[in-house]
C-alpha cells in the first residue's frame, strides 16, 4: 500500500526531506494535500486528519505521514521510522542514532534559516518584519551557516568510512537531507553561502553526488519537485544575503 | 560505569532533559562540566572532547552523553537512545517513535521560548535585542504558547491509556520533559503561563505529578538542581510577560 504524505500542497519547506527519502527509495506514495478533492485528497484531507479526535497519535503540525492506519509526525521521527524500511540507513542501532543526530542538527540549521526572514512570528509578512529580518540574517550568515556547514565538513572528514557519506559508507537519509539543506541555502543565500562551501568541499561534493544519482536526478526534473519560492523555508530576498 | 553528561555547569539548559532522565531513574551519572578540573572536568574536558579529531560521533554541540566510549548528542537522540535502558520508554517500537514525536514537538517550544528573548542572535546580550524580543515574546505568549499547550492537552485526552501520562499508561521521558517545561514557561512567563494553563488541566496534573515522584522530588531538592537564572534557555524578562 502506498504511503500517505500528508504536507502543504505549494511549498517544498520541511515536506521535502520525506519527499526526498521517499522518491531516492523509490517507494510509492500519494502526496495527499496535492491531489484531487473529488478523491478525498487535497488541503481538507490535510486538515481533517490534523484535527481528529480519535486519533492517538495525532500529529502537532504537517509533515505527517499515515502509513495504512499508523499516523507520524515531526520530520526527523518520519524519516528515523521510515528509513529502515526504504534501506536508508544501516542495521545496527548506532547507525540509526547517529542518523537521527545529524539529521536534528540539519533540522536546526534549517530552523535558522526561517528565522533569518521571519524573526518574529510566521504569522506577519516578511515586509512586517525586515529591520528584525536584516539583523538576524547577518548573524545567520556571518556566525551560524559557518559553524553549520564546518561540522558537516568535520564529521564527514572524521567518517572512519570515508568522506563520501554522513553515516557509514553507503547512502543514508540525512546525506538527502543535506542536499537539500546546500540547496535551500544556494537559492536564498546564494553569496554567503557560496562563500562557506568554497571552504567545505566534501559537503559540497556530497551534494554534487545526490543529485546525480538517478532516481533523485529523475524527480528534481519532474513536475513533482515543487520549485523553490518565496513562501517556503528558503526564501531568496537579496538583502538578506551577507547582509 | 557511569554515564558522563557534558553541558554547561551554570545553566538548567538543554541538559536538564537529559539530568531530568537520569535522575528520575536514579542512574548513576556524572556532571562533567561541574567537576574539577583537577580530576580531568569542568568546562576543559568538555571543550577537549568538542573538539575530538578522532571522534566518529563528533557532537555539534553540548548537551552530550558519554557512555563508555561511546558518545551522543542532540537531546532528543540522548533521551531516545537513554530511555530503554533507564525503563523510560515503552518496548515496542510505536511507543518509542511517539516518544520520540512528542519530544521534537517539546524541543520546538523550547527553541521558541528561548529566542521570545533572543529573537536576533545568541551572540548578542538580550538588552541589545530588546525591541526585537518585545515583538516576537508578544506573538510567543498570545499565538504560539496557547497552540503548543493545547496539543499537549489534546494528546492527554486522546491518549487510550488515560490522560496521566503522554505515552501510553506509564512514566516515560516526555512526561519528564513537559514537566520541565512547564516549569520553565511558569518562571519565564507567569502571567501568560497561568492563563493558558488554567484551560490545559490535564497538562497541569502531569507537571504536579511528575515533580512529586519521589526520585525527582530530592533532586528539586538538591543543590544538583540548579536553579532557573538569567542566563538560560528560560529568563524572566517582566516585559516580556504577556507583552
Known amino acids: ?30 502526496d495527499i494535500a ?3 478533492e473529488a478523491d478525498k485528497q487535497g488541503v481538507p484531507a490535510l ?16 509533515p505527517f505521514l499515515k502509513d495504512g492506519d499508523y499516523v507520524i509526525g515531526q520530520t ?42 521571519h524573526p518574529v512570528s510566521s504569522s506577519l ?11 538576524r540574517a547577518s548573524f545567520f550568515c556571518r556566525e551560524r551557516m559557518p559553524k553549520f556547514m564546518q561540522w558537516f ?27 537539500q539543506l546546500v540547496e535551500g541555502l544556494r537559492y536564498a543565500f546564494p553569496k554567503a553561502s557560496e562563500r562557506v562551501l568554497s571552504r567545505t568541499p566534501h559537503v559540497r561534493e556530497l551534494q554534487a553526488r545526490v543529485a ?14 515543487i520549485p523553490f519560492n518565496q513562501q517556503g523555508l528558503f526564501r531568496h530576498y537579496p538583502e538578506l544575503d551577507d547582509a
Open 1 to 30: 500500500m502506498a504511503y500517505e504524505l500528508h504536507y502543504w500542497p505549494t511549498i517544498q519547506g520541511r515536506g521535502e526531506f520525506v519527499r526526498l527519502a521517499l522518491e531516492a527509495a523509490g517507494a510509492p506514495y500519494i
Open 34 to 36: 496535492r491531489g484531487d
Open 47 to 62: 486538515m481533517r486528519a490534523l484535527a481528529d479526535k480519535r486519533e492517538r497519535h495525532l500529529p502537532f503540525a504537517p
Open 76 to 117: 526527523a521521527a518520519i524519516l528515523q521510522y521510515l528509513a529502515p524500511t526504504l534501506k536508508l540507513v544501516g542495521r545496527n542501532e548506532q547507525a540509526r542514532t547517529w542518523s537521527l543526530q545529524v539529521q536534528l542538527t540539519i533540522a536546526d540549521m534549517v530552523d535558522e534559516a526561517h528565522d533569518a526572514h
Open 125 to 135: 509578512y516578511y515586509e512586517d518584519q525586515k529591520p528584525e529580518a536584516l539583523r
Open 153 to 179: 565538513e568535520r564529521i564527514l572528514v572524521q567518517n572512519p568510512a570515508g568522506p563520501r557519506h554522513l553515516v557509514a559508507g553507503r547512502l543514508s537519509y540525512p546525506d538527502l537531507s543535506l542536499f
Open 212 to 225: 546525480a544519482l538517478p532516481r533523485v536526478a529523475a524527480y528534481l526534473a519532474s513536475e513533482r519537485r
